[in-house]
């Protein structure tokens, strides 16, 4: 029987679908050195202390693409443990508002179309995230 010692590290990770208004989803792929290589992904990041799931989701943005979102309505939260991580994500549907996205911390980026999503890997806790989105029907 596990005790909570033997529970691996737990993250926050505020996560952001963002639309441009062509009605398509930015993904960026994780440089192949850190975890999940390779991996596409939808772009966010860990919350800091004191941050709020809006705040967390514009500063990663910012960080990671160099660009600035509106923070629109939760999507879904998902709680998935991977062998070495727990993580909790929270995601929103994002806005894009203005900039050009760059690859700052990611090795490729991509605006694609709901129904390309299938075209690419992604980590196992994304696949709700992309389950929800089909899910959603219309977004008018």
Not at 6 to 11: A, D, E, V
Not at 104 to 117: A, F, G, H, K, Q
Request: hydrophobic share 35%.
């Amino acid at each position: 029987m596990s005790t909570i010692n033997s529970l691996p590290p737990h993250k926050i990770i505020g996560v952001a679908v963002i639309w441009n208004d062509q009605e398509q989803i930015l993904i960026d792929r994780r440089r192949p050195e850190g975890a999940m290589g390779g991996l596409w992904e939808f772009p966010g990041g860990k919350i800091e202390p004191g941050e709020t799931i809006s705040e967390c989701i514009q500063r990663e943005i910012s960080e990671e693409l160099g660009i600035v979102i509106e923070v629109g309505e939760h999507l879904i939260t998902i709680e998935h443990t991977y062998t070495d991580l727990r993580v909790t994500l929270t995601v929103h549907h994002c806005r894009h508002v203005t900039g050009v996205p760059q690859p700052l911390e990611s090795d490729e980026i991509r605006w694609v179309t709901l129904e390309e999503l299938e075209e690419f890997t992604f980590p196992k806790a994304n696949i709700q995230i992309i389950a929800a989105l089909k899910g959603m029907g219309s977004r008018e």
